[in-house]
């Protein structure tokens, strides 16, 4: 779990790029790479697995967000090694505007999706997680996290907007940036918490589905 999390953090911190530096920037954002790398390893099964198995509501939706994923990723990475200035400086393939945009627009997608990714692997993040602290099921916690979902829900979309992320992912140029001379520690909490937000949207309505695969598979059931 330490994995996804350190990606999570060093794809946070890439996004403060008028805060880090150049230097900095392309540092952190090689080191998520690096890791993305190990947890495609980690995690190959799935992929090996594909062909494999009936796919119900919630399997296609896994399936269509890691598409998105990919895509996205590989976008951020292609223009990542061509406008590189710092760990690839002697290439320098291009200054080109248009490749800087589509560098921070996928850079947003990629933020966004990857809340969703973690949502739609939620309840498995609880259960190793549970099992690493040795928890038991209890009630009361169960009910406090809920409560604490419902919380970052909710200050998940007030960072949203002041964040300006709906413009910053419509492909539009945003002239309010994030002034980092004033504060900088609200920037990294507003985007944890938006990006918690949607994580848990999308664990809900993992939820959501498997209630909806549950019903359709008891009508099959019913008519034979
Ligand atoms: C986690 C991965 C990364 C994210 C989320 C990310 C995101 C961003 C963002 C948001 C900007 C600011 C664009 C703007 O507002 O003008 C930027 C700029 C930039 N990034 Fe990245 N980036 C990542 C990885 C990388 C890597 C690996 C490199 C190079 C090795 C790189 C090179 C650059 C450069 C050179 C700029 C400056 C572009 C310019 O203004 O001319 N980035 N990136
Ligand atoms: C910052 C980037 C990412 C984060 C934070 C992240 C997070 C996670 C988490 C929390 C899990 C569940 C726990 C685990 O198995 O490790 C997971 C699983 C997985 N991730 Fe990612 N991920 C990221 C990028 C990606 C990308 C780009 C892909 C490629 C499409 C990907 C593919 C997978 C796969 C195939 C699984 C296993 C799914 C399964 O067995 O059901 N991840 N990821």
Redo the contacts with the bound molecule.
């Keep these: 779990?330490l994995?996804?999390a350190a990606?999570?953090a060093l794809?946070i911190s890439a996004l403060a790029y008028w805060w880090l530096d150049n230097g900095p920037h392309e540092i952190f954002g090689t080191l998520?790479f690096g890791l993305?790398g190990w947890?495609?390893t980690?995690?190959r099964?799935?992929?090996l697995k594909l062909r494999s198995g009936r796919y119900d509501a919630r399997r296609w939706v896994?399936l269509v967000t890691?598409i998105w994923?990919?895509i996205t990723?590989t976008v951020l990475a292609i223009t990542s090694v061509l406008i590189s200035r710092s760990v690839l400086s002697f290439a320098q393939f291009t200054n080109n505007v248009r490749v800087v945009e589509l560098h921070w627009f996928s850079a947003y997608w990629v933020a966004i999706i990857?809340a969703v990714?973690?949502g739609t692997?939620w309840t498995?993040?609880m259960t190793v997680t549970g099992n690493v602290l040795r928890l038991s099921p209890s009630p009361i916690r169960a009910g406090i996290l809920r409560l604490a979902a419902l919380l970052l829900l909710g200050l998940g979309t007030w960072s949203f907007t002041v964040l300006g992320v709906s413009t910053k992912l419509m492909f539009g140029y945003s002239l309010e940036f994030w002034d980092f001379t004033s504060a900088v520690s609200p920037f990294f909490a507003h985007w944890t918490v938006v990006m918690a937000g949607v994580a848990v949207f999308s664990h809900y309505a993992m939820i959501c589905l498997r209630q909806v695969d549950k019903v359709r598979i008891h009508k099959i059931e019913g008519q034979t």
């Design positions: 779990m994995l996804p990606m999570a794809l998520m993305l947890h495609l980690t995690n099964r799935w992929f896994v890691h994923l990919g990723m990857v990714h973690a692997h498995r993040v």
